[in-house]
């Protein structure tokens, strides 16, 4: 029975499980400070990757502007730490809801009026766009010029004020990931789970069938908009500087959905594997041509490029499902 507990996974794939994650929480016992900030990367995208998930992997909503909700969050975090000395976790309470609430109103727009797929797709973009020229403009959090959050040198972690160390962030970023992944089961094993896949397999079927769809597509897209605000907000104060053509740009977005692509839209698993896959590799792809003198420009976005194309002209269905065949373990979720 225990070994059921997981999607289906036999007993050895809750083992296996259990020994990456003793493997993730003693990593920094032993890594050096590059390779820390290289799994920072990786867990950040793993937790993006999840939020991103529950729109496209579940409800079947194809969002190419997820850098909004991310910049949303960082900027409002920032700005109230800045300027009124406002603590991160309390201005999460403000950047939430920011998130959420712009989620909502690109739904409203797409769903009320039935708009769908690539159009909902380039609607996602067009709104990301907006904000980044919006906040370019926006006096208040420095514009162009840039937010920067004040530093200071800590001898000790501080995780109420996100001041402290880079293996502070791993770990909170760690348990971010590893909660994403429990509430994203609880959320696909629940009657509004199968609603999601109901509606991304058919809509007008789920419709038929009397499924509010509006109502099930908003929500996904608020959820989802809310999650990723929780990273824009780590994203602030572990760099402690943001620009809106950074923070916003579109390749921002397609940087975040790539990992779940790649490890396998739908599925628990995949966007954790897909984000130690595909930034574990481009950043000693960069690491390396860096020791060599090489510079090449746009190396990480080629490589990330040929990683795609290779994927879906092999395993179309991600590389977690195959994976997961191999192991002998079974994801009834794809």
């Given at each position: 029975m225990i070994g059921r507990l997981i999607d289906g996974v036999p007993a050895r794939g809750l083992i296996l499980l259990g020994l990456l994650m003793v493997a993730a929480l003693v990593a920094p016992l032993f890594a050096s400070?590059?390779?820390?900030?290289v799994l920072i990367l990786i867990f950040y995208f793993a937790y993006i990757g999840q939020a991103w998930n529950i729109m496209m992997g579940f409800a079947g909503q194809l969002s190419l502007g997820h850098a909004l909700y991310v910049g949303l969050g960082a900027y409002t975090a920032a700005s109230l730490y800045v300027h009124f000395g406002i603590g991160p976790w309390l201005g999460l309470l403000v950047a939430v809801p920011i998130a959420v609430a712009a989620g909502a109103f690109i739904g409203f727009l797409a769903f009320r009026f039935r708009v769908g797929g690539v159009y909902f797709a380039i609607l996602t973009i067009a709104v990301a766009e907006f904000a980044r020229v919006g906040f370019d403009h926006l006096s208040w959090t420095a514009?162009?010029?840039g937010l920067f959050l004040p530093v200071k040198q800590y001898a000790t972690n501080d995780l109420w004020s996100l001041r402290g160390r880079p293996v502070m962030f791993y770990y909170l970023l760690l348990a971010a990931t590893a909660l994403a992944f429990v509430g994203c089961r609880a959320l696909l094993k629940s009657r509004m789970g199968y609603f999601w896949l109901a509606i991304r397999e058919d809509e007008e079927a789920a419709r038929s069938a009397g499924i509010d769809t509006f109502r099930y597509k908003?929500?996904?897209v608020m959820i989802s908009a809310g999650m990723t605000s929780f990273a824009?907000?780590?994203?602030?104060?572990?760099?402690?500087n943001l620009f809106p053509e950074q923070v916003f740009h579109?390749?921002?977005s397609i940087e975040m959905i790539l990992a779940p692509i790649v490890g396998g839209i739908g599925t628990l698993f995949g966007p954790v594997l897909g984000a130690f896959l595909l930034t574990g590799m481009a950043e000693t792809?960069?690491?390396t041509l860096a020791a060599l003198g090489v510079d090449?420009?746009?190396a990480k976005q080629v490589?990330?490029?040929i990683c795609l194309l290779a994927v879906i002209v092999a395993l179309p269905d991600g590389v977690w499902p195959w994976v997961a065949r191999r192991l002998g373990l079974t994801e009834r979720n794809k």
């Open positions: 400070d590059y390779i820390l900030t514009g162009s010029s908003m929500i996904a824009g907000v780590v994203y602030a104060f572990y760099y402690n579109i390749s921002r792809l960069t690491g090449i420009p746009g490589f990330y490029g």
